[in-house]
């Protein structure tokens, strides 16, 4: 449907529910817009509108899918730690001969700092570290995973848990010299930590979602690991930069 409030602009957007709310019986619609993707609950009895089409069963949960996963996240999922930066070798084109031309340059815009933005365990305008991009192992986990990726799909990561600004910025830089894409955890959930990955050092800054009940993403310093079983301490390594 398109519709508009107080006689303004009309705006374009699929209808994903209705439900009665409050003891009134309140009628609300649930919508999302097309031009932004945001969601919203209106009641459209009060707004001028007019239904100019209706969508396919399957994209109509697939945008549901998409809403309630922003919902869980309590509409934050710009900062989430979802998004995944690949890239994209060249059809006929020998994966070994695609790194060598490409890889010192990947690893250059990995670690090249982002004027003020802070990478997730560093401060504010400093370069990344291999952590920030999602390799807790480093850069050869990045090498392997990279390169076992590029061989049997075509398509690779280069930088995981990114937020979307980190995402879109790391993108930009690399399009002057090789295909990307994005890919967006459907779920709304980080990806998790590797198996055998290192625990973080104390004092390291992290990005968390906050208290019981809340989904807000807020920025925090680690000042205590957490015990692990049959061990009386932890291992603590410092995040290194992608350099060549």
């Not at 994209?59 to 996240?73: G, R």
């Amino acid at each position: 449907l398109t519709g508009s409030t107080d006689g303004g602009a009309y705006r374009r957007a699929t209808v994903l529910g209705f439900q009665q709310v409050s003891a009134l019986g309140l009628g609300v619609h649930r919508l999302c817009y097309d031009d932004t993707g945001e969601c919203v609950h209106v009641v459209l009895g009060a707004r001028d509108y007019s239904i100019v089409g209706r969508i396919s069963a399957a994209e109509l949960a697939a945008l549901t899918s998409a809403a309630d996963a922003d919902d869980a996240l309590g509409g934050d999922r710009a900062n989430a730690r979802v998004h995944t930066v690949n890239i994209h070798c060249p059809e006929g084109l020998p994966v070994e001969l695609f790194l060598e031309n490409i890889l010192s340059e990947v690893r250059r815009s990995l670690r090249q700092a982002d004027p003020g933005h802070a990478p997730m365990t560093r401060g504010v305008s400093e370069e990344y570290g291999w952590r920030d991009r999602g390799w807790e192992r480093g850069g050869l986990q990045f090498e392997r995973l990279l390169t076992e990726k590029l061989r049997s799909a075509g398509a690779g990561p280069v930088a995981r848990r990114q937020t979307q600004h980190e995402a879109d910025a790391l993108v930009q830089r690399l399009s002057r010299i090789v295909m990307t894409s994005v890919d967006v955890d459907a779920s709304g959930e980080p990806a998790e930590l590797d198996s055998g990955g290192e625990r973080l050092a104390v004092g390291a800054r992290v990005q968390a979602v906050g208290r019981t009940g809340s989904r807000q993403w807020m920025s925090a310093t680690l000042i205590e690991p957490a015990a692990s079983s049959g061990s009386s301490s932890s291992a603590a390594a410092a995040s290194a930069s992608p350099r060549t």
